[in-house]
């Protein structure tokens, strides 16, 4: 499955860069540190901007699972996704 995974964001990568929509990929900005973070777009975040797994981290001491979800998304999709 893992193997599937990655061969679908290579894919996808492809197509993006065929199509010239580089914004597409997952690459984003940390909205709490402005360090790198990689994951979808989530629709409750600004275009662009994700979470890291280190602020991630220190968030979920503070917030709600549920808040968390609803902020920020699914981790290991919308946010602290791995490009492995
Ligand atoms: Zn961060």
């Known amino acids: ?3 599937e995974n990655r061969t679908n964001i290579c894919r996808l990568a492809r197509q993006h860069q065929e199509h010239g929509t580089h914004k ?3 690459n984003k900005t940390c909205c709490c540190c402005g ?3 990689y994951g979808k777009q989530w629709w409750n975040r600004d ?5 890291c797994g ?3 981290d ?3 001491k503070k917030e709600t699972p549920e808040e968390m979800h609803s902020n920020y998304g699914k981790r290991g999709v919308h946010w602290d996704a791995k490009l492995k």
């Open 24 to 26: 597409m990929n997952i």
């Open 54 to 56: 280190l602020c991630g």
């Open 47 to 51: 275009r662009g901007y994700s979470l």
């Open 58 to 60: 220190w968030l979920a």
């Open 1 to 3: 499955m893992a193997e």
């Open 35 to 37: 360090g790198h973070a």
